[in-house]
């Protein structure tokens, strides 16, 4: 099926807002990056954040298939998907153009946790925790809810520091970190 107008905008708007920022992006600029009229953009969205909304929920689906699946596709065992997940981070770190979690600049970007951004951010992150927590279950591991958040604590630690630039390898490092944790919940 062909992309509407209104899907074509919302997908470069998301590589335009994770290039350079939800303030820093105004209406011209998306206007001159997407060659989309402000006439049509309001046409779909009456708000650059009902845009910014769309775009979240665009890279949501977009990152957590990715992630799911590629986690799916490094290992069988839920326990050994667990520590994939960091393999899968270090592919995304070393893709050209990584910029960081969108989820995390938004929500530093709109910092009213009853903000809509905010509460979108939020959500995806949440979302990350209930399918942590399943594959945390699935491995017989003692206490899953909390591993999974521990995990996903070492998880955004990488996202982190992979766009700081501060150390070599945050993915494995967070990696090993993560063997040792899930060693120590054995049942």
Request: hydrophobic share 40%; proline share 4%.
């Amino acid at each position: 099926m062909r992309p509407t107008k209104r899907d074509e905008l919302v997908q470069k708007a998301l590589q335009i807002f994770y290039q350079h920022g939800f303030h820093a992006t105004g209406m011209d600029m998306l206007v001159k990056e997407t060659g989309i009229s402000k006439t049509s953009m309001y046409k779909h969205f009456r708000t650059k954040e009902d845009l910014i909304l769309a775009v979240l929920r665009l890279r949501d689906e977009y990152f957590r298939n990715w992630l799911y699946r590629r986690i799916e596709e490094l290992a069988k065992d839920p326990k050994d998907q667990l520590i994939a997940m960091f393999d899968a981070l270090e592919e995304w770190f070393d893709e050209p153009g990584y910029k960081g979690c969108m989820f995390i600049k938004a929500s530093s970007e709109y910092q009213d946790p009853t903000h809509p951004i905010h509460k979108q951010s939020a959500d995806h992150k949440r979302m990350l925790e209930r399918h942590f927590t399943a594959i945390a279950e699935k491995a017989n591991l003692s206490g899953p809810s909390a591993i999974a958040r521990q995990l996903l604590l070492l998880k955004e630690g990488a996202i982190v520091s992979a766009h700081l630039g501060h150390t070599e390898n945050p993915a494995q490092d967070a990696k090993r970190a993560a063997m040792t944790l899930i060693e120590s919940s054995m049942r």
